[in-house]
Each structure stands twice: as structure tokens, then as C-alpha cells.
């Protein structure tokens, strides 16, 4: 089952995380044998390169998934239910990264141990985090561990790459008209996003809250295996492509100073602590671009508990990496 070749599907082929999937399974290594690219729209007949191979993106429909082994299915990218029922029906493992309520939500070094109870991942769905979600829970299970969270306050400062390609694009062709003295022209974002920051991702519910914090929250929680410390989350578009800030204040059950802090997080696998101010060494997006880990730095005594900041690039880490890692931790245990 191991040195199997692997029928592997990319739903959403041309966007921005799905044009880094099929590096990424060369760069890993993944034994896929054949790679179908699929997508909708203007994106079908676009030619992309893979392992020095030029593949063209088909049409997507319920025969371009028949007989695959895994699929994968990209950030905004949403299967019909007869599209999902063949390639559920076929023995496809799908890997969404869109979540999901009634899907298996897994992030690979957060809680592998879901895992454990899938017998066959044949037809199964399993679903990633919102990656501010994730990149939340990798700070606070090392903490949680030593001292017991009880609340967090997260200002999540987010990249326009959430959009996609047409949300970078909209921040590149509103930069140069503002600097050409011409007035933007807006379609993605509500507001001009160029040389602005605006308090809003996603839709507002009643209450307040966008669909995107409550969704952080949820999947908070799905990740923990609990109900999450109280927790207050607000998002903010700022105008740089990738990377995703996080500014959180914690209070924990049991005293934690900022020393005991930064040595549990430096222990953490999924992170990376950057935390000299006296030399300038600290956390930003610039830094976490292209990055497998989560940078965190500022770690700091306050009133209320902990102060610290961590940047991570959720295009890469929080989306491409962990689906590429899932689909090997499911080839490795033999559920593929």
C-alpha cells in the first residue's frame, strides 16, 4: 500500500494556494501517478507546470474524480453534491480545506490523534481549520499545557491573500492608482484596501461578530477537543499579500511568567520564537512568508496575564503544507 502511486486531484488548480499544491507534493515528494488539475470558469484550459510537466486545467465535474485516490479541494472552492457524491462513491479521500460541520476537522501536528479512529479514509471527507484558527491553537496548547488558558483576545490582522489572487490583485492595481494620483477602483473588499485596514473579513452576523471570527472560534474549539477558553476574536484586513498577524492577551489558570512562556513555546514543534526587541528581532509577516512554522515573539507580562504576537503565512502553512501532511499521514497508515 506504501509505494502505491496515487491518483490526485486538485479542485481549484488555478487559484493562489492551488497553484502552490502541486509544487509542494513535488517538493515533498508525494507518490502521486497521475495529477488531474480541475477548476471552473476562466480557469479551465489553463496550462500549469508540475514536476516538469505542463498540465492543463479541465473542467470540473463528477467523471474528473471518478477513480481518485485523494482530492483536494482548495480555499473557496465548493463541490455540488453529485460532484462530492461520485468521488465519495469512487473511495476518494477528500481533503477540504473549506471546514465543514460534518466533516473530520484535522490539522497535522495540532490533533493528529483524530486519526486514530478512522479505520478507511476511502469516501471519508476531512476538513481544515481556518488557518488563524490553527495558528491559534499551536500558541495556546503549549501554554494551556503549563499553566491552564482560561481567556483569550485575539486581533487577527489579516492578509489580502484570504481573497485569493483577486484580492492581491486589488491591493497591486489600487496601490499603483493611488500613486499615480488616481482614484481606486474596488470590487473584492468593501472598502479601498490600498493604504488602508479595514475592521472586516467576511460577513456580520447578528451580534456583531463576522462568520469568519465565529468560525475561528468553532474551530477553535474542533481542534482543542473542548470547548475553548473564553474568547474574543476581531479581524482586520491590512494591505500586505501574505502573512497573518495575531496580537493575543491570555490569562491563564495558573501563575506563568513571560520567561516560563517563551521557554513553552519554544519547546512547541509548530512554532519558532523570535524575541529579541533589544535587537529588533520579533515577528512580522515579511519574515513568515514562504515559512513551515509559526513565528512568535513580544511575549510579555501584563495585567491581565500574556501579551505576545505571532505571524504565520496562511497561504503556505496554514493551507498548503497541512493538506499536503494530512494526505501523507493518511497514505502512511495505510487508509489510502
Not at 52 to 74: N, Q, S
Not at 116 to 143: D, H, M, N, R, Y
Not at 208 to 234: F, H, M
Not at 257 to 265: F, G, I, N, P, S
Request: hydrophobic share 50%; glycine share 10%; proline share 6%.
Amino acid at each position: 500500500m506504501a509505494s502505491r502511486s496515487l491518483t490526485v486531484a486538485i479542485v481549484g488548480a488555478a487559484s493562489a494556494a492551488g497553484r502552490e499544491l502541486g509544487p509542494t507534493l513535488e517538493e515533498r515528494s508525494f507518490p502521486f501517478g497521475e495529477l488531474r488539475l480541475l477548476g471552473e470558469g476562466e480557469a479551465v484550459g489553463e496550462t500549469l507546470e508540475v514536476r516538469g510537466e505542463e498540465f492543463e486545467v479541465a473542467a470540473l465535474d463528477a467523471a474528473a474524480l471518478r477513480g481518485c485516490d485523494i482530492v483536494f479541494v482548495m480555499p473557496g472552492e465548493k463541490l455540488e453534491e453529485r460532484v462530492l457524491a461520485a468521488a465519495r462513491e469512487s473511495g476518494a479521500a477528500i481533503i477540504d480545506a473549506n471546514g465543514g460541520a460534518d466533516a473530520r476537522l484535522i490539522f497535522p501536528g495540532i490533533n493528529d490523534e483524530e486519526l486514530e479512529e478512522v479505520e478507511s479514509a476511502k469516501g471519508a471527507v476531512f476538513a481544515l481549520p481556518t488557518p488563524a484558527a490553527a495558528q491559534l491553537a499551536a500558541i495556546l496548547l503549549p501554554l494551556e499545557a503549563k499553566a491552564g488558558v482560561v481567556r483569550a483576545d485575539v486581533v487577527c490582522l489579516e492578509a489580502v491573500s484570504v481573497a485569493g489572487i483577486p484580492g492581491m490583485e486589488e491591493l497591486s492595481m489600487q496601490t499603483v492608482s493611488l500613486l499615480n494620483g488616481r482614484e481606486p477602483e474596488r470590487g473584492v473588499f468593501p472598502h479601498r484596501i490600498a493604504f488602508n485596514a479595514i475592521p472586516q473579513v467576511d460577513d456580520f452576523l447578528p451580534g456583531g461578530d463576522t462568520v469568519r471570527e465565529k468560525r475561528i472560534a468553532s474551530d477553535l474549539g474542533r481542534l482543542l477537543g473542548r470547548q475553548p477558553p473564553a474568547l474574543s476574536v476581531t479581524c482586520v484586513l491590512v494591505p500586505v499579500f501574505y502573512g497573518a498577524t495575531q496580537a493575543i492577551t491570555l490569562a491563564a489558570e495558573k501563575p506563568i511568567d513571560a520567561v516560563a512562556a517563551r521557554e513553552a513555546l519554544a519547546a512547541a514543534e509548530e512554532l519558532k520564537v523570535l524575541d529579541d526587541t533589544a535587537m529588533g528581532v520579533y515577528p512580522m509577516p515579511m519574515l513568515a512568508v514562504g515559512e513551515e512554522e509559526v513565528l512568535v515573539g513580544r511575549v510579555r507580562d501584563t495585567a491581565a496575564g500574556l501579551s505576545l504576537v505571532s505571524v504565520a503565512d496562511g497561504l503556505r502553512w496554514g493551507t498548503v503544507v497541512p493538506m499536503v501532511r494530512l494526505a501523507e499521514l493518511l497514505r502512511e497508515r495505510g487508509l489510502v
